[in-house]
């Protein structure tokens, strides 16, 4: 480029350079990276500077690189940069390539001082854009498939960091920051070499190549150290970012007041001090103190407040492991620190990142930065655990043991090991019970964060996935509680926690509605009383009288907050499943969720749908007369909806299609689970008809893109299909997910 440069006619006059800016002027540069210059020049000859330009900017266009050019003056640049918060931000790198080194260093000079003295204004302007790219791209340090650049904790952060520092207001973190941001600079290296596009998204596909090709044996370890970079970076920008807060000027009711220049700060117990909104350590407190942590983080945490960056580094270089076992005032410690809500999460990540946790809790270190493979789940394994320990900040009182919740949302993740994902409540159980042991818990609160761990999973699936008038749901959540009332009230506020940290798809109000529900019943159970329904139940039980005394169906249609309810009654019949699911789908309409259930021959169908309002559903009176038809033979309602599933075929993952055993002593219960169309569950009953099966209940979800059914069946006198039977239903449910039409249809 220099040559290039040096042989244009012009070049040897005073007055003009080639300067670079972007990824060149740092010196980072990517395979895939846009080319950014600016020809500077003083203004004297307009006609020589364009021809310089043509000259330089078409051989670069030739040879294919992707140019990103202007031809400025100084003083232009300053007035971009005036006018333009991204272009000022860029233009702060400008670096020489060749020509007037002066030129350049005036140039850059003129913009730093401009930078600087315009600084507390455009401050707050700088950290609105801040927070909305984060809000926009989320956390490379949480997301399955993190762009590289834009997320928080991502290569922009650290261009960021770098304007923040310029402005001379607040300084940048520099320790642990530097090595991160490399890592994240070679991981997107890796994968634009490997993808040959310009890709900053670290999507699954290309995954393994980028691993291969830095030298990892495992996917999971670049993902992690992903992670853990991002971290770093996010942590120093949120710091940052508070410091640059602080000098934001502030309307003082004494503006000619003169200022306190000694330093303000409040004594806290223990050797601790709060200062500007920091928990900072008194001059002679020492930092080996083995409780001082674990001290500073619940006071942080207990006050809405953060840890000092210098705190932080200290105790993660100083303090010593935790005796085993715990001491009381350890204990006493982190519960108030796991209590602190939302607070604790910055808290908790300061001491993470120092390494102070894995020092205290040995067994963190295993699921520390571990990505999770569930599209539900927005976080790693272990800031999805500190979140659900946040979200228990609701439940504290309304359980008999606050303390062990806490303990169980901490740990209800930690078999998340390699491998063992799809088993983990089985392998976090015992390590989790160790881990509370050794903070010197009794061997009887430990056995039952032991089983809540263990257990975690099933207030959820049973709730969703299987009938709960079947007496076997019932007696399964019994089993799993061990048939303590207090043991079910805390497994339902893990539960709930649990599923609202995963995000919002895994706690929905049809969600929360069903294991309400489920609990409401087992309460009764074991409180020896009759189930009374208090919350209305799932079932309209006179809707189901009504039909059933005139044999007319009844549509209701409701409002509910996470979209339109539709409530059908109808004399059961078979295939009336799949009729309604393909009625629906015929009318464009998109089932999220539903409950199917048969009363005295009466069937009553609770849907969940997507739709803004009851006007975008079909009358109710229509539909009725739709399924009148259909219940008559007339197949020609579906036509359409039939035509287009003869032409699915499945793309994608394979359909998992599994007999539950167990589940339930006078059904046959099949679950199943298959990417979510429109007509996937019209497939499902036609093929559960075509095969000869009544069904006396199904549980429908969905959840990212993802369909997961249950159906109980029986056969059409209502008893118990044989293994057999059951194996022709499996089959035939399979190739209903997989697109292939009932034989003989």
Not at 66 to 72: E, F, G, K, P
Not at 361 to 375: L, M, V
Not at 608 to 635: C, F, H, M, N
């Amino acid at each position: 480029m220099i040559d290039l440069y040096g042989s244009a006619p012009g070049t040897d006059r005073g007055g003009v350079a080639l300067a670079a800016v972007g990824s060149l002027a740092r010196r980072e540069l990517g395979p895939r990276s846009d080319i950014d210059l600016v020809i500077l020049h003083d203004g004297s000859d307009q006609a020589a500077i364009d021809a310089l330009a043509e000259r330089i900017w078409y051989p670069l266009w030739d040879s294919g690189l992707r140019l990103d050019h202007s031809v400025r003056t100084p003083a232009e640049c300053a007035e971009v940069a005036h006018r333009e918060l991204s272009a000022a931000v860029g233009l702060l790198d400008l670096r020489l390539i060749a020509g007037e080194a002066d030129l350049v260093e005036r140039a850059r000079s003129g913009l730093l001082e401009a930078w600087r003295s315009g600084a507390r204004r455009r401050l707050p302007e700088l950290l609105e854009s801040l927070a909305e790219r984060h809000q926009r791209s989320g956390d490379a340090a949480s997301l399955l498939e993190p762009d590289l650049k834009e997320c928080r904790g991502g290569l922009r952060d650290m261009i960021m960091l770098r304007a923040l520092a310029a402005t001379w207001l607040t300084d940048q973190p520099h320790a642990g920051v530097r090595e991160p941001y490399q890592r994240l600079l070679d991981v997107r290296d890796a994968l634009q070499v490997v993808s040959g596009r310009a890709l900053d998204r670290l999507v699954a596909g290309e995954v393994p190549d980028v691993a291969k090709l830095l030298g990892y044996d495992d996917e999971d370890e670049l993902r992690r150290d992903v992670s853990l970079a991002a971290r770093r970076i996010g942590h120093a920008v949120d710091l940052t970012v508070r410091s640059a807060r602080q000098v934001l000027p502030a309307r003082r009711r004494f503006p000619f007041a003169r200022r306190e220049r000694r330093p303000q700060y409040d004594t806290a117990p223990h050797g601790l001090i709060v200062h500007l909104g920091e928990v900072g350590l008194a001059r002679l407190t020492s930092p080996a103190e083995p409780l001082l942590g674990l001290r500073a983080g619940a006071l942080a945490a207990s006050r809405g407040l953060v840890l000092s960056p210098i705190t932080a580094e200290n105790l993660g270089t100083h303090a010593p492991p935790l005796p085993t076992p715990w001491p009381d005032e350890a204990r006493e410690a982190l519960l108030e620190l796991l209590a602190g809500g939302e607070s604790m999460i910055a808290v908790w990540e300061a001491l993470d990142l120092a390494g102070c946790i894995s020092r205290w809790i040995p067994c963190w270190e295993g699921i520390r930065a571990r990505p999770q493979h569930n599209p539900v789940h927005r976080h790693t394994v272990d800031r999805h655990s500190v979140q659900a320990v946040a979200e228990a900040a609701r439940h504290l009182t309304s359980v008999e043991r606050p303390d062990l919740l806490l303990l169980g949302c901490l740990f209800h993740d930690i078999g998340k090991l390699p491998g063992a994902e799809h088993d983990h409540p089985r392998v976090g159980a015992p390590i989790a019970r160790q881990a509370v042991a050794a903070m010197g818990y009794g061997e009887e609160d430990a056995a039952l964060v032991e089983l809540l761990v263990r257990e975690h999973l099933t207030l959820a699936e049973l709730a969703t996935k299987r009938d709960h008038a079947d007496p076997a749901t019932m007696d399964a959540l019994v089993g799993a509680v061990d048939g303590r009332i207090e043991v079910l009230r805390l497994l339902r506020a893990l539960t709930e926690a649990d599923a609202r940290a995963a995000g919002p798809a895994a706690w929905s109000p049809w969600r929360a509605q069903l294991i309400n529900a489920l609990t409401e019943r087992a309460e009764d159970k074991l409180a020896g009383e009759p189930h009374t329904g208090r919350a209305g139940g799932m079932i309209d039980l006179g809707l189901a009288r009504s039909v059933g005394l005139d044999g007319r169906s009844r549509i209701i249609v409701e409002e509910k907050p996470a979209g339109m309810q539709v409530i059908i009654a109808t004399p059961d019949r078979l295939g009336l499943f799949g009729d309604t699911a393909g009625l629906l789908a015929a009318h464009g309409i998109a089932v999220r969720s539903a409950l199917l259930s048969t009363i005295d021959g009466v069937a009553v169908n609770t849907w969940r749908v997507e739709s803004a309002g009851a006007t975008d559903l079909p009358d109710p009176a229509y539909l009725i007369k739709q399924l009148e038809r259909l219940g008559r033979g007339e197949p020609g309602v579906l036509e359409g909806i039939r035509r287009r599933e003869e032409r699915v075929r499945s793309a994608g993952a394979e359909p998992w299609v599994a007999a539950v055993p167990d589940a339930s002593e006078s059904a046959a219960v099949i679950e199943v689970r298959a990417n979510d169309r429109r007509g996937l569950l019209y497939a499902y009953g036609r093929a559960i008809t075509a095969a000869g099966f009544s069904i006396r209940s199904a549980h429908i979800a969905t959840l990212a893109g993802q369909a997961i059914d249950t159906f109980y069946l029986t056969e059409p006198d209502g008893s118990l299909p044989s293994v057999g039977r059951v194996d022709a239903a499996t089959r035939a449910l399979a190739d209903a997910a997989r697109g292939t039409p009932p034989s003989g249809d």
